[in-house]
């Protein structure tokens, strides 16, 4: 819902400092592999109650993420570059609560896992909803230059960095706050199928 109005106050930055990156020749699809590399590290901290080393690390992370895409568009996209951002993308979404259901299993276990499905459902239409789109010639510059047809919805990319960044201040609210975010991540999924049934039906 926010990636729009994030983007525009973030992309200047990130792409200054993409041209830096290009002329020391480091390539986007190794920004994309440090980012989720990094990410797991993150997973891992807050596994064992590190969650303010966590949270660090995941900023890191989501900042190469958004590195990376700039860079591809100096050097050029390619599918794939396109292809590891995304999956990579999931990996690190799915690791982090994952890190909180190791870190306490008794409080968190079920509420990750409502979670991690709800991830599951929304990734689904996301990609499921891409790959018709693309079948059908179909092209979107909601979200700027993408190697894939981007559906926007109530939970993206940024509602996913402000929910994981609360866990890891306010680790107690895991369980409660997993399952708000559950429940947009299932609105979103829910809204892009109603969307799908009106274009592609």
Do not use: H
């Not at 991690?116 to 092209?139: C, D, H, P, Q, T």
């Amino acid at each position: 819902m926010f990636d729009g109005w994030a983007r525009k106050r973030l992309d200047p930055t990130l792409d200054r400092i993409a041209v830096r990156l290009s002329r020391a020749r480091i390539g986007a699809n190794t920004i994309t592999l440090s980012a989720c590399a990094i990410g797991l590290a993150a997973a891992a901290a807050i596994a064992f109650e590190q969650y303010l080393v966590g949270l660090a690390l995941l900023l890191v992370s989501r900042l190469g993420d958004g590195l990376d895409g700039a860079v591809a568009r100096i050097d050029g996209k390619t599918d794939l570059g396109g292809y590891l951002d995304i999956v990579l993308d999931f990996v690190f979404y799915g690791a982090i609560p994952i890190g909180f259901v190791i870190a306490d299993p008794s409080a968190n276990a079920v509420a990750g896992a409502v979670l991690v499905f709800s991830f599951y459902v929304n990734g689904s239409s996301f990609l499921a909803y891409a790959v018709m789109a693309e079948k059908r010639g179909l092209e979107t510059g909601a979200r700027g230059q993408k190697s894939l047809f981007f559906t926007t919805g109530l939970a993206e990319a940024t509602e996913t960095i402000v929910f994981f960044v609360a866990f890891c201040l306010v680790p107690a609210w895991f369980p409660a706050l997993a399952y708000v975010f559950a429940a947009l991540c299932f609105y979103t999924a829910l809204s892009r199928i109603v969307l799908a049934a009106r274009m592609f039906g």
